[in-house]
């Protein structure tokens, strides 16, 4: 599959980052056009880097992923594995800045408010992250 110019603008793009296993992933075409263009919107605001979309996302140790989130995974267990589909991605830096830890961050914050702001139809399925951050964005980890 020919790789998609949104997908060749957010690579050559010095505020995205990704490990090799994220940027292979968008160079095979299995990555959501939707979500490839909210990373593109946050790359407006911020520097970010993806840590995976699908390859190497794991839920369970030892367990690979599926289209279903595995049953031992608390309330989330058998729900559809959106990172499986190419719907998700795990943001691990913000600005320099590793997400876990830093969740109130105003930076960080803003992520969250850009993606929230995007209307559903162009934005990922969920928009998650550690419970702090959900917190003082004022929404749970349903979908939105």
């Known amino acids: 599959m020919p790789t998609s110019s949104e997908v060749r603008d957010l690579l050559g793009n010095p505020d995205f980052g990704a490990t090799p296993q994220a940027s292979s992933d968008l160079e095979r075409g299995v990555v959501d056009r939707r979500l490839v263009a909210a990373l593109g919107i946050l790359t407006?605001?911020?520097?970010?880097?993806?840590?995976?979309?699908?390859?190497?996302?794991?839920?369970?140790?030892?367990?690979?992923?599926?289209?279903?989130?595995?049953?031992?995974?608390?309330?989330?267990?058998?729900?559809?594995?959106?990172?499986?589909?190419?719907?998700?991605?795990?943001?691990?830096?913000?600005?320099?800045?590793?997400?876990?830890?830093?969740?109130?961050?105003?930076?960080?914050l803003e992520v969250g408010e850009l993606l929230a702001g995007i209307p559903p139809t162009g934005r990922p399925d969920q928009i998650i992250g550690p419970p702090k951050w959900s917190k003082a964005l004022g929404y749970g980890r349903e979908e939105r």
């Open 44 to 108: 407006k605001e911020h520097r970010v880097c993806v840590d995976t979309f699908k390859k190497g996302h794991y839920f369970l140790p030892g367990v690979p992923d599926g289209p279903r989130i595995p049953k031992g995974y608390g309330k989330a267990g058998g729900l559809p594995n959106t990172h499986y589909y190419g719907r998700a991605a795990d943001i691990r830096w913000v600005d320099g800045k590793l997400v876990e830890g830093n969740a109130t961050d105003p930076d960080v």
